[in-house]
């Protein structure tokens, strides 16, 4: 059986030369001419992320020394195998530290899984999303371009606390 | 001696046609992004104007690629014919009053041919062949079909461009496209005088120049591309500033045919010199023409686009009989 079209209200000839319609359009349109823009200039503005950025994982630095105890938590759940870590005895009060800490940024997928699981919040995911190498040895990032002083990431780990 | 004059302007007009065509690409890609809250090209030069430069460069160096199984002397005539249809329109567009230089009266259009418009409906009709042609040698189902709808879209529409200028004939008793313009001095401009003639040119226009709202046989989503899918480097390039010389082209036509193509209507009162006179005549056409332009852009990013069936039908069922009716209605209307 042939299905009728049925309109609740039909036009009227005026709205069916679509003239008054198209003048809305325009009008909406060439308003939208003179509304702020959204892009962002790149090289010359940045775009600052929000604490809930996941950009690139970093070692919390407190008291001069990270918070890591070397417990291989992060590099075991990395699905990227990014993460290798080389645990040593410390004088400090804490089981062991991290003599060798190292993030192979090419692999690593910017997930979160390290810092879902630290026991001690002491890999975090920074606000940094601009990684950039000239070669394959720059892009192995050892503890000295990991390791950041709390203060740069408190915003992360508020954050993090609220969601937990 | 004689042959220089129209030599003059033919290198002028030809010049300024391709540096606007040029530039009309970006300023279609500036509009729209301003019309969609983004900034367009602007890292190019100072505000993106060396862009178009950009562009071309680009297109040149890019590989041309010819299907094997192409027509190839059709394949690479077809972009060809596009460009010079649309550009040769331009020999009997009038820029501006005459002017007196060198002891002589220099009408500032390249022929005066004494068909006027009649010339220009030529023409169009033989855009239809770059469109086609194009379609049908590249080998390709899709061109193929974009290339026929296309045609048949363009010879719909040519109907009603022809029928919806005889109302401005009517009045103007004239073909010849410089009288047409004499004849809009004091404001008398025809737009306002055959309104109905305006609008059906106007719609028919934008379907001649295959452009938004009746862009189907281009639409990517619909036809992958249509009739310039198998066209790269400078053959796109001709197509596409093909398609643009073509909306210059109607934008003229429609500036000259209705909106009063130089005339200004207070100039005369002003009390300036000649040549300023003139200066200002030639300035408001480009003016109009520039809004008209403008008004291709803003609707194609206002409108959505029409359905073929859509498209066939208002052509033959909706604008050929208003362009009909608007001869009797200026018929009528001179009687009086």
Known sequence: MASKVVRKKDLTLLERMYIPEIVKGMRLTMSQMFKPKFTVQYPEDKFVPSASFRGRPVLVEENGTERCVACGLCSRVCPALAIEVQASETELNKERYPVKFEINMLRCILCGFCEEVCPEEAIIMSDEYRLVFENQKDALFGKDKLLVPIEKVQARLDFLRSHR | ?336
């Open chain 2, 1 to 336: 001696m004689d042959i220089i004059e129209p030599l003059v302007k033919i290198v002028f007009i030809f010049l300024i046609n391709l540096t606007t065509v040029a530039y009309l690409v970006l300023v279609e890609r500036r509009v729209s992004a301003f019309i969609q809250n983004r900034i367009g090209p602007n890292r190019v030069g100072p505000a993106g104007l060396f862009q178009p430069v950009a562009d071309i460069v680009k297109l040149f160096l890019k590989e041309d690629i010819v299907p094997k199984a192409a027509n190839k002397f059709v394949h690479s005539l077809a972009p060809l014919i596009s460009l010079v249809v649309a550009m040769a329109t331009f020999a009997v567009i009038p820029f501006g009053n005459s002017i007196h230089l060198f002891g002589r009266d220099i009408k500032l259009m390249i022929a005066d041919v004494n068909v006027g418009i009649l010339y220009i409906l030529a023409l169009s009709s033989l855009g239809v062949y770059g469109i086609t042609l194009s379609g049908w040698s590249s080998n390709n189902k899709y061109s193929l079909l974009g290339g026929l709808r296309s045609s048949a879209q363009m010879i719909s529409y040519e109907l009603s461009m022809g029928l919806s200028i005889i109302g401005v004939l009517m009045i103007a008793g004239t073909l010849q496209l410089d009288k047409i313009v004499e004849s809009q001095a004091h404001g008398m401009w025809y737009f306002w005088r055959t309104p109905m003639s305006f609008i059906t040119f106007v719609v028919a226009s934008f379907a001649e120049t295959n452009r938004l709202p009746f862009d189907l046989p281009e639409a990517e989503p619909e036809l992958v591309g249509g009739y310039h899918t198998e066209y790269s480097g400078m053959k796109f390039g001709l197509f596409f500033l093909a398609e643009y010389a073509n909306m210059i082209t109607a934008s003229a036509i429609i500036a000259t045919l209705y909106l009063g193509g130089w005339q200004l209507p207070f100039v005369g009162h002003l009390g300036l010199p000649d040549i300023a006179v003139s200066l200002l005549q030639i300035a408001a056409f480009g003016i109009k023409v520039g809004l008209v332009l403008l008004f291709f852009i803003v609707i194609r990013w206002t409108i959505p686009r029409f359905r073929y069936d859509q498209l066939m039908n208002i052509g033959w069922k909706v604008m050929l009989p208003l362009a009909l009716v608007n001869i009797l209605i200026t018929g009528i209307g001179l009687l009086w």
